[in-house]
């Protein structure tokens, strides 16, 4: 069976993470992604460190499966009529730059809507393309701490932490291609393209949900909770005897159990402790008597008590355990990838949407640099060797290899 976007062309302008990120989920579900790189070493991400095989970034091979590679220089008026060409037998332009640059580069959804009425435009940007900050570089610390991230992360009374993951850039991918299946969908009846913009700063708002919807109805100003919550208890972190755990026993049930499990059955009743707002008004009290019960066990054998109870909780993992975890194994979250150019079977992180008609589409290799330069040229656009060959001596398209690393 075909994959659910078979039927699907995206041109991806991506650079590092974010489109590159967008554009792989769509790559994943079938789309025919065609990465257009520039004539300067590509994406940056394919110099990226610490991990190099054979000169090519492992970084750039995380985000970059399922995509084909074309060099070609949008600098030079050649290079733009290669890329409009493009454009008028694919159904979406998927790019990360600032607006700025799309409009320097004449690529902007204006102008590219004149060769293809129907093609669906999406940007990510930083600020979005009619506000004061539209020219800002935008990354993903920078949303963090504009967008108030980092104040909700760290322990009470620390300094402000970055998420260990660059939450911003991988969130707004992900809503990146919820807006174009959306564009999509709407093609279908209308037959006309539309341009997205998913800014990395809104991207970021968005994610304070209901902390936000806190501030905006009390006014109070919240700082770091640690590994709680601020709304439920407990739900947090505790110290066992040999290291750490996670427990969510917030609701009645929950708690009636974990108090039998911990054998302070009196603790249920308990005029501190009975109801989710006396937990959380005697939140220190309760944190220091979870503390010092959970330091008498190892996490394994609280584990096996809590889990035996019906209590939800988990080992708080490095990413060795977390990749090695039977669920991550049984979800097919850890695939084998056979980097044809490099001769580099490499291992990543596998595609979390399940779909049972796409699970045995095997994953492509990460292309090198221009690797599918002439054949996009040739097969796609039915350019002639005489007309490739000339863009090439023009230096508006590269055959590979152009240098990466």
């Not at 807006?179 to 913009?197: F, M, N, P, S, Y």
């Not at 988990?314 to 150019?341: C, F, R, S, W, Y």
């Not at 079977?345 to 399940?354: E, S, V």
């Not at 699970?359 to 656009?381: F, M, N």
Request: hydrophobic share 40%.
């Amino acid at each position: 069976m075909k994959s659910c976007l078979s039927d699907i062309r995206v041109l991806e302008l991506g650079q590092v993470l974010a489109g590159p990120y967008a554009g792989m989920i769509l790559g994943d579900l079938g789309a025919d992604v065609i990465k257009i790189e520039s004539p300067d070493g590509g994406d940056s991400a394919r110099r990226t460190p610490p991990h190099f095989y054979k000169g090519e970034s492992i970084y750039f091979m995380a985000l970059n499966r399922n995509k084909r590679s074309l060099v070609v220089d949008l600098n030079k008026a050649a290079g733009r009529r290669v890329f409009y060409d493009l454009v008028k037998k694919s159904d979406v332009v998927l790019d990360n730059l600032r607006p700025p640059a799309l409009e320097k580069l004449k690529i902007n959804h204006e102008v590219l809507q004149r060769y293809n009425p129907a093609i669906i435009s999406c940007s990510i940007n930083g600020y979005g393309s009619d506000t004061p900050d539209r020219a800002k570089p935008s990354f993903d610390l920078m949303m963090q701490a504009k967008g108030g991230g980092m104040s909700l992360t760290g322990e009470p009374g620390g300094p402000p932490l970055r998420m260990g993951v660059s939450i911003s850039d991988h969130v707004a991918g992900i809503y990146a291609v919820a807006g174009i299946l959306a564009a999509l969908h709407a093609r279908e009846k209308t037959g006309k393209g539309q341009k997205i913009e998913v800014p990395l700063f809104s991207t970021m708002i968005s994610l304070l949900s209901y902390e936000a919807a806190f501030h905006l109805y009390s006014g109070e100003v919240p700082g770091p909770v640690g590994s709680g919550h601020r709304s439920l208890m407990p739900y947090n972190a505790v110290a066992t005897k040999d290291g750490h755990i996670v427990v969510d026993a917030h609701l009645p049930k929950f708690w009636s159990s974990f108090c039998l499990a911990l054998n302070v059955k009196e603790l249920e009743n308990d005029p501190r402790f009975h109801n989710l707002e006396a937990r959380n008004n005697h939140r220190q009290e309760l944190l220091n008597l979870l503390n010092r019960l959970f330091s008498m066990r190892t996490s394994r054998e609280w584990l096996e008590i809590l889990e035996a109870h019906g209590i939800p909780c988990a080992p708080i993992n490095d990413l060795k355990a977390a990749l090695d975890d039977p669920a991550t194994l049984a979800l097919n979250m850890v695939v084998d990838i056979e980097h044809q150019g490099i001769g580099l079977t490499f291992k990543t992180t596998g595609n979390p949407i399940r779909i049972p008609e796409n699970e045995d589409q095997p994953y492509s290799s990460p292309p090198l640099l221009g690797e599918h330069t002439e054949a996009v040229l040739k097969r796609l656009l039915g350019y002639s060797d005489g007309r490739i060959d000339n863009l090439i001596k023009q230096k508006a398209v590269f055959r590979m290899p152009v240098a990466g690393r």
